[in-house]
């Protein structure tokens, strides 16, 4: 099984930057793709974006889109999101998943989270 472990999170100001990584271990299947998805105080979980380990193609909600990036290091085993522009409604729990694909919706494992707060 894929094992997942989130860092990076913390507290920022508004206008601020934050970098997440999703450190990948395990049983590392040929084919998958990391999600980040986010869960802010009393709303439903987002996905925010989404990264292929096969081909490299990501995938970005509109939310985030023009603001977060996503990329990985393959060597490493490790995804990130840079987070820029960060806004006081970015303020969640950030978790890495993953997926077959990007697009299937159906995670087979999930990491811990980490907390994000933006605010002044």
């Known amino acids: 099984q894929v094992q997942l472990v989130e860092s990076g999170g913390g507290l920022v100001q508004p206008g601020g930057s934050l970098r997440l990584a999703c450190a990948v271990a395990g049983d590392i299947p040929d084919r998958y793709a990391i999600d980040w998805i986010r869960q802010a105080p009393g709303q439903e979980r987002e996905l925010i974006s989404c990264?292929?380990?096969?081909?490299?193609?990501?995938y970005y909600s509109d939310s985030v889109q023009g603001r977060f990036v996503i990329s990985r290091n393959n060597a490493k085993n490790v995804v990130f999101l840079q987070m820029n522009s960060l806004k006081p409604e970015d303020t969640a729990v950030y978790y890495c998943a993953s997926e077959g694909a990007c697009g299937f919706g159906t995670y087979d494992s999930w990491g811990r989270g980490v907390e994000v707060t933006v605010s002044s």
């Open positions: 990264i292929s380990q096969t081909d490299g193609s990501t």
